[in-house]
């Protein structure tokens, strides 16, 4: 049984910090990684992915991979009231992304703070 | 711009129906999925789908099929509705090897 886990929250953290999220996963298979946000009422959508072990930045993001230790995080700089959603983390044993569906984690709930 | 389209955003169904939920894409993308969220269980996977007639049972197909007699459109059917599949159901596309999978709105449907 593939299994992703997320702190569910809520995480709290002052506009303009870092915040970091985490995420871990129980298929070492793993070959893909996936970051969602999801707006209360909305659908997800895809912030970032990643697939080699180490740092991936775009924008005010960074994934981070760590597969010896089954560990995947995102971090938010300079955080924004509008990155209050909920983040939804997800991983594919497809090396080709997401062709065979993702399993998701249950999410954590991110709250920024005026 | 990508464009997934899902029939209806809320659904209301008594126990016993037949529901069809319909996924529109516009992108001629080979890949399509379903999935249901539930609070507290987050997002699963029902079925996917490679190509048109192709099906693939994800974690939790048991009380659905699916149809894909088109490219652009994948059908979620359930053949007996029943209380415990009142949720979200979410439709999505990935094309080919691309690692970003778009999701469609959403259908909440309510099965009484």
């Known amino acids: 049984q593939k299994e992703v886990e997320q702190n569910s929250g809520p995480l709290s953290v002052p506009e303009g910090a870092i915040a970091s999220l985490n995420c871990t996963y129980s298929?070492?298979?793993?070959?893909?990684f996936f970051w969602y946000r999801q707006y209360s009422g909305k659908s997800p959508e895809l912030i970032m992915f990643?697939?080699?072990?180490g740092d991936k930045e775009d924008g005010r993001f960074t994934a981070q991979l760590n597969k010896a230790s089954q560990y995947v995080s995102l971090l938010i700089r300079d955080s924004q009231p509008s990155d209050s959603a909920t983040y939804l983390c997800a991983v594919s044993a497809s090396s080709g992304g997401g062709a065979d569906g993702l399993t998701f984690g249950k999410g954590t709930h991110l709250i920024i703070q005026p | 711009d990508v464009k997934v389209t899902q029939s209806s955003r809320y659904l209301v169904k008594r126990t016993g129906e037949k529901v069809f939920l319909e996924c529109v894409q516009d992108?001629?993308?080979?890949?399509m999925f379903w999935y249901r969220q539930d609070p507290g269980l987050g997002l699963r996977l029902i079925y996917f789908s490679y190509d048109v007639k192709m099906k693939e049972k994800g974690d939790i197909p048991e009380g659905y099929s699916v149809s894909r007699e088109k490219k652009e459109r994948f059908s979620l059917i359930l053949e007996s509705a029943s209380t415990n599949q009142t949720s979200m159901y979410l439709c999505?596309?990935?094309?080919?090897?691309?690692?970003?999978?778009?999701f469609g709105p959403g259908t909440r449907l309510t099965v009484t």
């Open positions: 990643i697939y080699s072990n």
């Open positions: 298929d070492r298979g793993s070959q893909s």
């Open positions: 992108m001629d993308h080979e890949n």
């Open positions: 999505a596309t990935v094309r080919g090897s691309s690692y970003e999978q778009y």
